[in-house]
């Protein structure tokens, strides 16, 4: 898959960079994520990086065919929420509890947004560069939590 | 609708390796809706690895798989010589593979092995 590609199919939305896909305007998301359904069926990854105030997300496409990737990055600001891509890639679904759960990013219309790793009480969100591990967090025993 | 009843199954049972919970919902003889939950082994490995230097994270991410310690070993490893521009011996990088391979074995005789039950 050339990336040159998605240069025509989406024109200014998308930059195309050496080797990912830079998504200038994250309101484009679900567009453009679609349109990679095409040729992409697999969601093998969203891996977040915090660069404060940002939080960057890559979405990792690849597909059963061949042994093609693609990585689309978005960023968002601290505190912005993002579209959820649930319906367009069911695997999405856990991805983005897990980015929700350790970096508090928010995904809006994500069928089913609560922590996956973390006990439901955790304080905060562990991955962000400003969560300080405090005594409460080192002593932490989880025992409020009810099962 | 008052025939359904929310059983928890887990998070420990014989038949899992690992940690996990499910919450299916029943009916009669059937399940009607199941949710799982995980996590219980997470750790927090990244923010460890954020608070220690390179060199003593090794012991940790030796944890990371029972089965796999070398491979992720190398994994690491081959990160921070990336990072840190280092070339290792054509005789360290054969030794690499050899071990790779005896871990990525002996994994999967561990997965056939408990196909077949304990």
Redesign the interface.
């Known amino acids: 898959m050339e990336l040159t590609n998605f240069k025509t199919k989406f024109g200014d939305i998308v930059e195309v960079k050496e080797d990912y896909l830079y998504l200038k305007d994250k309101n484009y998301l679900l567009k453009v994520v679609r349109s990679i359904h095409i040729d992409f069926d697999i969601l093998f990854m969203l891996a977040v990086v915090h660069r404060p105030p940002k939080f960057e997300l890559n979405y990792i496409f690849s597909r059963y065919s061949d042994d093609e990737t693609l990585r689309l990055i978005v960023e968002i600001q601290d505190g912005e929420h993002i579209e959820s891509i649930s319906n367009i890639f069911p695997s999405a679904n856990w991805e983005e509890r897990e980015a929700y759960d350790?970096f508090g990013v928010v995904f809006d219309n994500h069928p089913n947004l609560k922590?996956?790793?973390?006990?439901e009480d955790w304080p905060g969100h562990?991955?962000r560069k400003d969560?300080i591990?405090t005594d409460e967090i080192k002593h932490w025993t989880g025992l409020d939590l009810k099962? | 609708m008052e025939n359904k009843i929310e059983l928890?199954v887990g998070p420990v049972h014989p038949a899992t390796h690992g940690v996990l919970k499910t919450i299916v919902t029943i009916e009669k003889d059937t399940i009607k809706d199941l949710e799982v939950e995980?996590?219980f082994l997470?750790r927090?490995k990244?923010?460890t690895a954020e608070?220690r230097l390179f060199n003593s994270y090794f012991p940790i991410i030796d944890k990371l798989d029972y089965v796999g310690a070398l491979n992720w070993e190398i994994l690491y490893a081959s990160l921070i010589e990336k990072a840190m521009n280092v070339d290792i011996p054509l005789r360290a990088k054969y030794i690499r593979v050899i071990l790779a391979e005896i871990q990525r074995i002996m994994s999967h005789l561990i997965f056939i092995g408990s196909l077949s039950g304990h």
Do not use: D
């Open positions: 350790l922590r996956i790793l973390l006990p562990p991955l969560f591990v099962f | 928890n995980i996590g997470h927090g990244e923010k608070q």
